[in-house]
């Protein structure tokens, strides 16, 4: 008896990259790309219409959503199929935010669409193992995971006055953690700061 191949849902706007994707599962007798999408929007909607057996999404989308916020949604919509999360940039912020959720996990966009394919067969099978959270380049640093959290508010332009009521510390203990920031970065202003983070592969380029 014939299988019916495992059902997926890809949400991204990058339609050179989707289309080498959905080629790649045609040519399979177990995955088939049910429904593409270019926003968040619309990905969470074919989700809830077309029921996948996995979601695989981008980290960036147009909409100003992220993949690991439209995995929140879903999970919040009771979605219990699992999501890989694409990204260009896997740094700390990105692992973080997909380990908080269930059944959530990231991959880079580095690798190749066949090494994509295998990942998703594990996932969906329950067999994936985690990704390797690249922490090299922080630990190189020795940013601390309390000025991580500083830098990462300074990227989304956030003031010192605005982290310091999100984060419920004081403006003189974030000014602090930035100084920290600045000395272990060897930079000399916040535009350095976010720079080397970013070319180092710490943050995420902001949208």
């Not at 270019?38 to 989700?47: H, K, P």
């Not at 219990?80 to 694409?86: D, S």
């Amino acid at each position: 008896m014939q299988v019916k191949p495992d059902r997926v849902v890809m949400i991204d706007d990058q339609v050179s990259f989707v289309d080498a994707f959905g080629l790649a599962l045609s040519l399979t007798d177990d995955l088939k790309l049910v429904g593409r999408a270019s926003n968040a929007g619309e990905g969470i909607d074919l989700c809830t219409t077309q029921s996948p057996d996995l979601v695989i999404t981008d980290y960036r989308l147009p909409d100003g959503r992220t993949g690991t916020k439209v995995a929140e949604e879903l999970r919040a919509d009771g979605f219990t199929a699992p999501i890989i999360v694409l990204t260009g940039f896997l740094a700390p912020q990105v692992q973080r935010e997909v380990d908080s959720l269930v059944g959530v996990s990231a991959i880079s966009k580095d690798e190749s669409i066949q090494d994509i394919v295998t990942r998703m067969r594990s996932t969906i099978s329950g067999n994936a193992s985690s990704a390797e959270c690249p922490q090299k380049s922080e630990e190189q640093f020795g940013l601390t995971s309390a000025e991580l959290e500083v830098l990462e508010a300074l990227n989304t332009g956030a003031t010192p006055n605005e982290i310091s009521e999100s984060l419920f510390l004081s403006v003189h203990t974030v000014r602090g953690r930035i100084k920290a920031i600045y000395r272990k970065l060897n930079v000399g202003s916040l535009g350095e700061a976010i720079a080397k983070a970013t070319r180092a592969g710490v943050l995420v380029p902001p949208t």
